[in-house]
């Protein structure tokens, strides 16, 4: 398994600000993930982050928006660039390992 | 059709009930399949892993999996209140590439 940390936990942003997250896994993994949550709905892929190339953003969301930096294996950052209210979310990273997933625990945004 | 379908819920039994959560994919290429627990403003937990058909047990839990039917199953025995929880099923394919996520079934045990 993997133990991940994400930082902030939770934070209250100003509309037009941006806030970078922090993913910090306890070993090294080719494929990490993030995920945005709204309250009550399922997982929506934001992209996945592969150390060593480019992020790749599903559908509905882009590298201006939301970018991405993978340095090396065990950390990555996701950045909410100019903050609206429609941001406000819970936003998670993952790692594969093998062939499955393991989360964070996730950072709760509220965009003001 | 959606790649993966589940019950949203919210499905609320009583203590010590048999709990019976599903799902119903459409791609015949999926191999790996996984229950996630998810307790309110928690990240995904992941609770049991297969590969292929058959069944695998783990306490009081029992996942199935009947690629045949592509039907997938999570059996909670003598269900606590600390099971009250969403429960997401998600699946892959050979590599663990294409991860897919079911939307999650809401339960709720009542003591």
């Known amino acids: 398994s993997a133990v991940i940390s994400q930082k902030p936990s939770r934070d209250i942003c100003q509309r037009g600000t941006s806030l970078t997250i922090q993913c910090q896994v306890d070993s090294q993994v080719t494929m990490m993930f993030w995920y945005r949550q709204q309250p009550g709905q399922s997982l929506t892929l934001i992209a996945t982050?592969?150390?060593?190339?480019?992020?790749?953003?599903e559908s509905g969301f882009v590298i201006d928006k939301f970018p991405i930096s993978r340095p090396n294996l065990t950390f990555s950052t996701l950045t909410v660039s100019n903050m609206s209210p429609e941001d406000s979310s819970i936003y998670l990273c993952s790692v594969a390992l093998r062939e499955t997933q393991y989360f964070g625990p996730g950072t709760r945004l509220l965009v003001l | 059709q959606k790649e993966v379908e589940q019950d949203p819920g919210p499905l609320s039994v009583p203590e010590g009930a048999i709990v019976s959560l599903n799902c119903t994919y459409s791609?015949?290429?999926?191999?790996?399949f996984m229950w996630y627990r998810q307790y309110s403003r928690k990240g995904p937990e992941l609770l049991m892993y297969t590969y292929s058909s058959g069944n695998k047990e783990d306490g009081r839990f029992t996942a199935q999996v009947d690629k045949s039917s592509k039907y997938i199953s999570l059996f909670i025995r003598d269900s606590q209140p600390s099971d009250s929880a969403t429960y997401l099923c998600?699946?892959?394919?050979?590599?663990?590439?294409?991860?897919?996520f079911g939307p999650g079934t809401r339960l709720s045990v009542l003591p």
């Open positions: 791609n015949s290429a999926f191999q790996y």
């Open positions: 982050a592969n150390q060593g190339s480019e992020a790749t953003y």
């Open positions: 998600a699946m892959s394919r050979v590599g663990g590439q294409n991860f897919v």
